[in-house]
C-alpha cells in the first residue's frame, strides 16, 4: 500500500511537471487556430510536428531506458551509466542533425516547405537540445527529484507562451508565418541549456567495450517501440493528405482535413500526457521493485489503478467536448467525433507500456521490435483502408486498432515468460462500461447548451464517485 501512494505522488509530481505544461500549452491552440492560422497552416504545423516526434525517438535512441536499467544493477556506478548513456545520445542526435542540416533544402522541400528551409534548421536545433537534455532529465527521475523535473518543465512552457503572444501578436510578420510557432520552441528550448549547464559541463564521453554495446543492445529495441506510437501518429497525420480521395470532404482541401485532424488530435492528448506523467514515476519504479518478491501483485495492482484513472480520463473529456469545443475555431469542430477514439486508443497505449514492464526488467527487449513492426503494420494497413473510407474517422480507428493490438501481443507473451496476475476482465469491464456510458449519454439530445453541459458534469462526477468509491471497497479487501 505504502508503494502505490509514493507512485502515486510521484505520478502526481511528474503529472505537474508534464500535464501542466501542456496545458498551458494547449492554451496556444485558441491563438493558433481561431485568430492566426488557417485550417490549410495548421495542417503544415501538424505534419512537421509529427515529423519532429518520430525523429525525436530516434534521438533518444531508448537510452533513458537503458539508464535506468543498468544504473539499478548491483554494484553499478551511476556517474559513469549517465556518461555512457549521454554519449550515446549526443553521438547519434549530432550526427543526425548534421546530415539534416547539410540537406535542410531538400527536406524542406520534400515537406512542401521549399520557401522556408529555416523551418528546418529551427527544428533540427528544437530536436537537438531535446536529446541534450533527456538523460539529465532521467538523472532527476532517478534521483526522486520530481519537484525540480517540474519546474524545468513549467518555466520551459511559460517562456513557449510569452513568445507566442510576443511574436504572433506584436512582431508577426506574414513571411514568417506558422514559422514562428518553432522559434518559439527553439528559443523556449534554449532554457534547458541554461538549467542543466551545469550537468552537461561535468558529462564527460564515455565509452565501455563491454558495457556500451550491452546499453545499446539493450536499448534500441525501446527506441523501436517509441517509435510505434509516434510511427502511427506520422502515419495517421501525413497520410491523411496523401490518401484521402480529392473531394472527400467536398468543401475543403487535404490539407484543410489535416489540419482540422491535428487540432481535433489535440484533445486526446490529455490521455497521453496523463501516460507520460506515470511513465516518469512508473519506470524507476518498476526497476527498483523489479526483485520484490512481491512485484508481480503489486504490477498487477498497479495496471489495474491506471486503467481505472485512464477511464475517467476518457469519460470526462468524452461527455464535455460541448465545452471544450470552444478551445479551437469553429471551422476545426466537425472532426470532434474522433476524440473518444482516439483516448481510448492511448489508454491501450499506456496499458502496453505498463505490461511491457516484462520485458524490460527480463533483458528481452528484442521483442519489444517483434511488437513494434506488427503495430507498425497494422497502422499501416488500417490507415491505407479506412482512410478513403472513412477520412479521419478511419485514421481514428487506424490508432485504436494498432494499440489495441500491441496490448493483446504483449500480455499474450509477457504471461509466458514472467506471470503478473493482471485483473483482465475487471479492467476490460471498466473500459466497456466507461465507452457505453459516452455512447448512451451523447443518445440523449438537450437544446438548451446549459442544461447539456451541467447534465454532462453530472454524468461524469457520478461515474467519477463510483470509480472512487470501488476503487476504496477494492483496496479495503486488500488491506483487511
Request: hydrophobic share 50%.
Amino acid at each position: 500500500m505504502s508503494k502505490l501512494k509514493s507512485l502515486a505522488t510521484q505520478t502526481a509530481l511528474y503529472g505537474l511537471g508534464s500535464m501542466l505544461p501542456r496545458f498551458l500549452n494547449f492554451l496556444l491552440l485558441p491563438l493558433h487556430t481561431k485568430s492566426m492560422f488557417t485550417t490549410a497552416q495548421y495542417g503544415d504545423i501538424t505534419n512537421l510536428m509529427a515529423i519532429v516526434g518520430v525523429v525525436n525517438v530516434i534521438y533518444m535512441f531508448g537510452m533513458e531506458t537503458a539508464y535506468f536499467r543498468f544504473s539499478n544493477q548491483q554494484g553499478a556506478d551511476p556517474r559513469k551509466i549517465f556518461n555512457m548513456a549521454q554519449t550515446v545520445v549526443v553521438g547519434i542526435s549530432l550526427t543526425v542533425s548534421s546530415l539534416c542540416l547539410i540537406f535542410n533544402k531538400h527536406i524542406a522541400a520534400a515537406l512542401d516547405q521549399k520557401d522556408h528551409p529555416e523551418f528546418i534548421v529551427w527544428l533540427v536545433a528544437v530536436m537537438l537540445i531535446d536529446a541534450l537534455v533527456a538523460i539529465p532529465f532521467a538523472q532527476l527521475r532517478q534521483q526522486n527529484k520530481a519537484l525540480k523535473f517540474a519546474t524545468y518543465k513549467i518555466a520551459n512552457v511559460a517562456i513557449l507562451i510569452g513568445l507566442n503572444l510576443y511574436f504572433l501578436k506584436v512582431n508577426y510578420r506574414p513571411q514568417v508565418g506558422i514559422g514562428y510557432v518553432f522559434l518559439a520552441n527553439l528559443i523556449a528550448n534554449a532554457f534547458f541549456v541554461a538549467a542543466f549547464a551545469k550537468t552537461l559541463v561535468q558529462w564527460r564521453p564515455t565509452w565501455s567495450r563491454t558495457l556500451s554495446p550491452q546499453m545499446i543492445r539493450y536499448a534500441y529495441p525501446i527506441m523501436l517501440t517509441g517509435l510505434a506510437g509516434m510511427t502511427n501518429e506520422f502515419f495517421s497525420r501525413t497520410t491523411l493528405g496523401y490518401w484521402l480521395p480529392n473531394g472527400f470532404y467536398g468543401h475543403m482541401s487535404n490539407k484543410d482535413a489535416l489540419g482540422i485532424f491535428g487540432a481535433c488530435y489535440k484533445f486526446a492528448v490529455f490521455m497521453n500526457l496523463g501516460i507520460q506523467a506515470f511513465r516518469y514515476a512508473a519506470e524507476p519504479f518498476f526497476f527498483s521493485n523489479a526483485n520484490d518478491k512481491n512485484s508481480p501483485d503489486l504490477f498487477a495492482k498497479v495496471n489495474h489503478y491506471f486503467v481505472v484513472a485512464g477511464c475517467i480520463v476518457l469519460l470526462g473529456i468524452s461527455l464535455n467536448l460541448d465545452i471544450i469545443k470552444y478551445f479551437i475555431g469553429n471551422e476545426f469542430r466537425e472532426g470532434l467525433d474522433i476524440v473518444p477514439i482516439l483516448l481510448l486508443a492511448y489508454l491501450f497505449l499506456g496499458i502496453y507500456y505498463n505490461t511491457s514492464v516484462w520485458f524490460k526488467l527480463t533483458s528481452k527487449t528484442y521483442v519489444g521490435t517483434i511488437i513494434t513492426l506488427a503495430g507498425v503494420a497494422i497502422t499501416f494497413l488500417g490507415n491505407y483502408c479506412l482512410i478513403p473510407i472513412y477520412g479521419y474517422l478511419g485514421s481514428s480507428w487506424a490508432a485504436f486498432l494498432c494499440y489495441f493490438a500491441m496490448t493483446v501481443i504483449c500480455i499474450w507473451l509477457g504471461q509466458k515468460h514472467y506471470p503478473i496476475p493482471y485483473t483482465y476482465g475487471k479492467d476490460l469491464l471498466y473500459i466497456i462500461a466507461t465507452m457505453l456510458t459516452v455512447f448512451l449519454v451523447h443518445q440523449i439530445n438537450i437544446t438548451n447548451q446549459v442544461w447539456a453541459s451541467a447534465f454532462h458534469i453530472a454524468a461524469t462526477i457520478v461515474f467519477i464517485g463510483i470509480c472512487v468509491l470501488l476503487a476504496a471497497r477494492d483496496l479495503a479487501k486488500k488491506t483487511a
